[in-house]
């Protein structure tokens, strides 16, 4: 049981570059997330979906975009990548939406450095 | 709206002595509440969570959290720290409400074990 994959591990883009993170759960999660991490900050909530075929934005959403696929999966893209954008970003997964009482479950992360 | 305050960016312990880790939350409706473990380089696991049952929440490791409604804090603690415990700590809240089960995190807490 895989859980949550997130593809790639780690990237380096030019400014200006675009990517597209990925992310894949196998639990048959209802409700998926993206957070960025930087030092002294703890994570924050880029974009989320609540349900197949929904999507908000979170605290952190400019210079980012998001699809979700279809249930298993959630990517998040990067259109024109700056400095600012160099963290490690997680995507994570629970159950339902609705499910507060739930945790969420983690990918091992994605560190990108735009240089 | 929800907020998690953290009020120690790092904690330092000796080897075998008592861990406490601070945790104050906001939010305006009872909430659901987690600690989160992240080791150096990993992804995020869970520790412990409360759900509104039982306001002393056991989990693994030897770290349990006791829920204070009127002090509004979620502290974590364990009787006795271990070298493997060194990692850094997010405590985390939950919207009970359908459609507002965000997850929001505190800025972390760095633990530091002394041989």
């Known amino acids: 049981n895989a859980g949550v994959t997130q593809t790639p591990k780690f990237q380096v883009l030019k400014t200006g570059q675009s990517m597209t993170l990925q992310c894949a759960q196998d639990?048959?999660?209802?409700?998926m997330y993206w957070y960025r991490q930087d030092p002294g900050m703890g994570l924050r909530l880029i974009y989320y979906?609540?349900?197949?075929?929904?999507?908000d934005k979170g605290e952190v959403p400019n210079g980012y975009n998001v699809s979700r696929l279809n249930k298993r999966e959630f990517s998040l893209r990067l259109e024109s990548a700056a400095p600012s954008q160099t963290s490690v970003y997680f995507c994570?997964?629970?159950?339902?939406?609705?499910?507060?009482?739930?945790?969420?479950?983690f990918g091992q992360g994605t560190r990108l450095t735009v240089v | 709206a929800q907020s998690v305050t953290q009020l120690d960016s790092h904690v330092s312990v000796s080897e075998g002595t008592p861990v406490l880790l601070r945790c104050n939350y906001s939010?305006?409706?009872?909430?659901?509440l987690f600690w989160y473990v992240q080791h150096p380089n990993k992804g995020l696991q869970l520790l412990l969570k409360?759900?509104?049952?039982?306001?002393l929440v056991k989990g693994i490791n030897g770290f349990e959290a006791e829920f204070k409604k009127s002090e509004t804090s979620f502290h974590l603690t364990k009787p006795s720290a271990h070298m493997s415990d060194a990692a850094e700590y997010f405590c985390?809240?939950?919207?009970?409400?359908?459609?507002?089960?965000?997850?929001?995190f505190g800025t972390g807490t760095r633990l530091t074990i002394i041989p």
């Open positions: 994570a997964s629970r159950p339902r939406q609705g499910a507060a009482d739930t945790e969420a479950f």
């Open positions: 639990m048959n999660h209802n409700s």
């Open positions: 979906s609540a349900s197949e075929g929904t999507t």
């Open positions: 939010s305006s409706y009872s909430p659901s």
């Open positions: 409360y759900t509104s049952a039982a306001t």
């Open positions: 985390v809240v939950s919207g009970q409400n359908f459609g507002n089960e965000k997850l929001t």
